[in-house]
């Protein structure tokens, strides 16, 4: 599968071919007007240069006065250049010695016979415009032979000159195009910054307001998406809180009733016993949901930080893994002593919560680590459970995920709102939580959270 450029990408080819095109066409256009311009000149300079000194060689072979010799001689050192007269066989050349063998044989032919022609060609690698005349009157040919070293030298300098300004312009070209899309996806930046921000979990997030008449639909339509947004989720919340509040005192009078027939369990026959054991299994479980339920409510909204202190994090996760009575022995490790700014009952939660999910669903705690890693305090609790799937270690935080039926114990009261808590409290102190496969197999669920100075 061919991989597509980026948009900046593509908008940069586009200018720059654009540009080269342009320059190109225009680079070939002054290329054609100009050396045909001067070439033109040149040979017609040279034509009347040769029709004057062939009128001259012919008045003085009509005189017969002699010094015909000097004549050639003079010419070719006027002119910088070779002449030829060709007089029944009999060569005279001046100037440069010139081989008429070396030139065109279908120039010299022309010539001979009787008809006037001009020609660029190279002679021992000189570029040169050779003009031939027959003079009719003395059945003879006059040869003039100009070189062009300095015309070609400019064609060679102009060649350069508009092959450098086109690169320059696909250069130029390029620059323009990352010009413009770094000022055209500007809001596309912005969007992508604040629909960032939104993910993340802070809903007020807005994008700023504008007076590109352009970009006004654009912002009015984000902008009034996102606050419709944020007054859903924030009556779902009230919502849930609600319910769950309300839940509450039905919920605590089922649980005294139902340890009034715990306390006379003997009493009961054994079948409805077993049904009283699990009434109680639910009703545990559902005073649990109620509980995580008010907490995320409670969280979504609640942002205030007036409740964070310095927290000795390795002191909070020895007194909470004490309290909670399941770490095995030597499953603790303490790598630092990381400081955090933070609330300690959220966290606490957070480590609670963490330690449930590893006995209820990852076959009991084999490690609890404190650590400290470039500038993060850590907290890393492995299970020896049989791993999370890559492509379930995202869905695992979202609330209501339970795991596979495979792997759930079967006498489990979570609600999968554990997790999910997880992630509120950590997102609520600037922090990570992720989870990964641990060395060894099992799961390796970590809380990053940014450490500060004692």
Do not use: C
């Amino acid at each position: 599968m061919v991989r597509r450029l980026p948009l900046r990408a593509r908008v940069m080819v586009a200018f720059s071919l654009v540009s080269l095109l342009a320059a190109g066409t225009l680079a070939l256009a002054t290329w054609h007007l100009s050396t045909g311009y001067m070439l033109g000149q040149r040979e017609r300079s040279a034509v009347r240069q040769a029709t004057g000194n062939a009128r001259l060689v012919e008045s003085v072979m009509r005189r017969d006065s002699g010094g015909l010799d000097e004549l050639m001689t003079g010419l070719g050192a006027e002119v910088e250049s070779a002449v030829l007269l060709v007089d029944d066989g009999v060569r005279i050349s001046g100037g440069n010695m010139v081989d008429p063998t070396r030139l065109p044989t279908g120039f010299l032919d022309m010539v001979r016979a009787g008809t006037p022609a001009h020609q660029r060609t190279v002679v021992d690698g000189v570029p040169v415009m050779a003009v031939g005349l027959p003079l009719l009157d003395q059945a003879a040919t006059y040869v003039e032979v100009s070189p062009m070293r300095e015309l070609d030298r400019t064609f060679r300098f102009l060649s350069w000159i508009l092959l450098g300004g086109t690169v320059a312009s696909g250069l130029a070209g390029a620059l323009l195009g990352r010009w413009a899309t770094l000022h055209a996806l500007r809001p596309l930046r912005r969007l992508t910054d604040t629909a960032a921000v939104a993910a993340a979990g802070d809903l007020s997030a807005r994008l700023p307001p504008t007076r590109d008449p352009d970009l006004i639909p654009f912002t009015t339509a984000f902008n009034g998406t996102a606050e419709r947004l944020q007054q859903r989720v924030a009556r779902d919340t009230q919502f849930a809180g609600d319910v769950s509040h309300e839940l509450r005192s039905p919920l605590t009078t089922m649980l005294n009733a139902m340890a009034i027939l715990q306390r006379r369990s003997d009493e009961l026959p054994a079948s409805t016993r077993e049904a009283v054991d699990l009434l109680d299994t639910d009703l545990r479980r559902f005073r649990r949901m109620v509980d995580d339920l008010l907490e995320i409510s409670r969280g979504d909204q609640d942002t205030d930080r007036s409740t964070f202190e310095l927290v000795d994090l390795a002191t909070l996760v020895l007194a909470t893994a004490e309290q909670h009575g399941s770490v095995p022995a030597g499953a603790l490790e303490i790598a630092g002593r990381p400081w955090v700014l933070a609330d300690r009952r959220r966290l606490e939660r957070v480590l609670a919560n963490l330690l449930d999910n590893a006995a209820r669903h990852g076959k009991g705690l084999v490690r609890l680590g404190v650590l400290a890693v470039d500038g993060h305090a850590r907290i890393e609790v492995d299970d020896a459970g049989p791993g999370v799937a890559a492509e379930s270690r995202e869905q695992v935080f979202e609330r209501f995920a339970r795991g596979s039926p495979a792997h759930r114990d079967t006498s489990d009261s979570g609600a999968g709102l554990g997790l999910a808590l997880v992630v509120q409290h950590v997102r609520l102190h600037d922090g990570r939580a992720w989870v990964e496969a641990r060395p060894g197999g099992g799961a390796r669920f970590v809380v990053e959270l940014p450490e500060v100075s004692e």
